[in-house]
């Protein structure tokens, strides 16, 4: 991740509400001399988020260089 962005919207007694952004740069290469800037690829997301009495769960959407996209749901503490 290049950089990213979070802003508490509110803070209930039983959760906290969430708003935030990422901007993405980056590839896999074969070998360390084909590593460049030019070849990078650029992506974003958008979510919101809560901290509930289950865990974090959080709604994301992302987009990528080609036009790729994504959607995310996480519910819960991972297990890891």
Known sequence: MLAGYIHKLSKSRFFSTYV?????????WQDTSEIDFDNTLTAGSMFLGADTP???VYLAIG???GGEKSLYLFVGSPWF
Do not use: D, F, K, R
Not at 20 to 28: C, D, M, Q, R, V
């Open 20 to 28: 935030g952004a990422t901007l993405e740069l980056g590839n896999t």
């Open 54 to 56: 289950i865990g974090p």
């Open 63 to 65: 987009a990528a260089e």
